[in-house]
């Protein structure tokens, strides 16, 4: 039986993009995913305004990440910063939908351990691909590791894939706007300057427009075809957001 998802699917969908760069950064941002979303049903649990549940949750998972980013040995830059906040506040977002579900924790773990260990199987892939190392532990190189591989269009696509393949393991399905909710951020957190002709400035907020019209333009295309059924449970979003990028990359 197909039901919609009760993980923090968008949640870790963002953050799969935005911090899977490395296994070690992966593996500490996805615990603090699980601990953000046990916190904040637990707190729900207890009988507390949902509201202020979320937003204790949230602050508290913020600064978890925060915390064991810093692990990593990168800068709490302010883009770094913006991420966290928007990562945390998809878990709200998240833990608000299903407030008045009846919490099965035991559940609920086993499919928070599950997205993580996809979350950090996909940072094994990206790292080796586009570094030729694991955990920074130096590896046998394969022909197509490069570099190019570790850019945020090929993260979407992967990530687009390791989600359907999650939620057919999961028996769940992602819902019509699931997908907007990651590549909204995603875009506008990560589109670079795609217009060098152009100031910098200029051409982030250019780059924005277009990809941005472009992607809702395929999305509404999408929504009209049939598509495979392992696709039909990814945010395809992520797939068709990555694509559009990887053409901008060879124009």
Known sequence: MVKKFSYPLEAFALALVLFSSGMKEAMLVGIA????????????????????????????????????????????????????????????????????EEKDFDAMLFADSIAYAVFVAVSIIREYLSTSAIFKIALPKVAFCNSALGQTMYVLILGGIAVALLNSILKTEADEVSGLWVCVPAFVLETGVLFQNVLEADGQILGIVVVGILYLTYRYLVNKVNLPKVLSNAPIEMIILGVIYLVFSIL
């Open 33 to 100: 995913l699980i601990f953000g979303d046990v916190l904040i049903s637990f707190l729900n649990e207890r009988g507390q305004a949902i509201k202020n549940a979320a937003i204790i949750g949230s602050i508290v998972t913020a600064i978890a990440m925060a915390i064991m980013f810093v692990f990593t040995g990168a800068k709490l830059e302010a883009g770094i910063v913006l991420r966290i906040v928007v990562v945390s506040a998809l878990l709200v977002k998240h833990a608000l939908a299903h407030a008045q």
